[in-house]
């Protein structure tokens, strides 16, 4: 696997959560109002629904936990972003419990006698990663090996770009016209109207951030752009909306990266994350193996055989 595939699959593993403890957690969480306490973090417009900072924290707590990663090897922004996912999971679940309840759903026997076996099922996974997190422990020293007896695959082909952008379409050229007047006037705002403005545009992320593109492919699909940030420097903006095709871009450069061996410090997070992930498959494998040979549920398919 080259660098920019690891550095995909990085990007969409390092934040993800545990389905089975995630499903557990809101079911549980549903029926105790655990943490709903504190600070409002959003309050929909009619005010039904309510997210409060301890059960953003508790359910942070949770992911990070469920990943086997350290809140210290996130930046800043990525918490921001896990957060903001937090809030709009947990928000959407109690749009969707609200209207349970209407249907008297919470009175079926589904949900009723659900209770318990969710209870195991989060106790069970608790279980899993409290083994499986310890034994699968990864250093800087591990990934350095790894780096460097692959350097092939921590090799840029050639001179690429990281850029942010802020999507219109064209009918709303002076809305974008004004959005790069405000940009470059507060720089610091720019992922602030890439979120406001990109929410609704398909395709595009809410940050607008984009991974690394080679100029190559950056001139042959998309030529108006990479004119454009010619002469840009990492962390400009460029100075005039750029249209392509049916579409009118605000664009900041974020990295300008030259071909030639990437440096450790900036791919040595990307390569523990796929250390730490492979460990972790290893770790709970024999974990449940061990636990299936202690209990004797090796050999279960006989004594179910006759099960219809």
């Known amino acids: 696997m080259n660098y920019n595939q690891k550095n995909s699959q990085y990007k969409k593993n390092k934040i993800k959560i545990g389905v089975l403890t995630v499903l557990c957690v809101f079911a549980l969480s549903c029926k105790n109002n655990a943490g709903q306490s504190g600070k409002v973090l959003f309050e929909s417009p009619d005010k039904q629904i309510k997210v409060y900072e301890n059960e953003v924290n508790n359910e942070l707590a949770k992911s990070l936990y469920s990943s086997g990663v350290d809140e210290k090897d996130l930046t800043s922004d990525q918490i921001a972003q896990m957060k903001q996912s937090i809030i709009k999971n947990i928000a959407l679940n109690r749009a969707l419990a609200i209207k349970g309840k209407e249907k008297k759903l919470d009175q079926d026997k589904k949900y009723t006698e659900s209770t318990d076996i969710l209870q195991e099922q989060l106790l069970a996974s608790l279980a899993t990663l409290n083994e499986v997190n310890d034994k699968a422990k990864v250093t800087d020293a591990d990934a350095k090996n790894i780096y460097d007896a692959n350097a092939a695959n921590f090799t840029r082909q050639e001179d690429s770009v990281r850029l942010q952008l802020i999507v219109f379409n064209t009918s709303d050229s002076a809305k974008a016209n004004q959005v790069l007047k405000e940009a ?76 030639g061996l990437i440096p450790f410090e900036k791919v040595k997070e990307t390569i523990k994350t796929q250390l730490r992930n492979q460990k972790r498959q290893v770790e709970q494998q024999k974990y449940l193996k061990s636990i299936s040979d202690e209990f004797k549920l090796s050999n279960m398919d006989e004594a179910l055989k006759n099960i219809k």
Do not use: C, H, M
């Open 184 to 259: 470059i006037a507060n720089p610091a705002g720019f992922t602030s109207y890439a979120r406001k403005y990109n929410a609704n545009i398909q395709g595009v992320t809410e940050n607008g951030e984009t991974q690394e593109i080679p100029l190559t492919q950056l001139s042959s699909r998309f030529g108006p752009l990479n004119e454009a940030i010619k002469d840009v420097k990492a962390g400009q903006i460029v100075n005039k909306v750029v249209t392509v095709g049916n579409d009118l871009y605000v664009v900041k450069v974020l990295e300008r990266n030259g071909k």
